[in-house]
């Protein structure tokens, strides 16, 4: 069965949205993008090329889809052996109701509605294989989450605090416990810790 992993980037009050650019994810009037690039160091793209050299397909919402599909297919395999290289070979599904097709070489539409799309993911992680992969998509990954499908959160956490924009663990999450499996600490100040979920939380009094 293919392990479900989901790597995103977080604000220090778990803010996801629009990380990478101003115009990136401008949703909701949304005008911080951009917040990760004054702490992006050579250790961040360790951690991240790493990762993407563990997958074996990825699952993408339609946002993160169309970000990635602007700019990847133009990145050769000789400019980024890793993160290209993946990218563009490996299958790529989309979870959207709007995008009717889908140029980007090896991609593939999921459900048209929610409940589609976790039944499609319930079978992509029967296949056997490496890494099923999600990257950012946090509505997808919420959607997720709601099921127990995820197997491995990783989360890199930068210094910066946002105040507004959409948060991966919004109002309403299911309530979950984790597991620390790893943690580092770029010289940038980016904390990165991988997690694995661990059930339901428990509660006392201290």
Known sequence: ???????????????????????????????????LVPYADEDMARHVTEWFGRAGAFLLGRVTYEIFAAYWPQVSDEEDPVIARRLNALPKY???????????????????????????????????????????SGDLARSLMEHDLIDEYRLLVYPVVLGRGRRLFAD???????????????????AVHTYAPDGRPTFGTM
Request: glycine fraction near 14%.
């Open 1 to 35: 069965m293919a392990k479900l992993t989901l790597t995103t980037f977080l604000s220090l009050d778990g803010v996801m949205q629009g990380p990478g650019g101003p115009e990136e994810d401008p949703r909701d009037g949304f005008d911080l993008g951009g917040w």
């Open 94 to 136: 989309v979870a959207t109701s709007t995008l009717n097709h889908l140029d980007w070489k090896g991609s593939t539409p999921l459900g048209a509605v929610a409940e589609d799309t976790v039944d499609a993911v319930r079978r992509l992680k029967e296949q056997p294989g490496d890494e099923l992969q999600i990257h950012g």
């Open 172 to 190: 309403g999450a299911v309530p979950t416990a984790l597991r620390l499996l790893e943690s580092d600490t770029t010289p940038a100040g980016v």
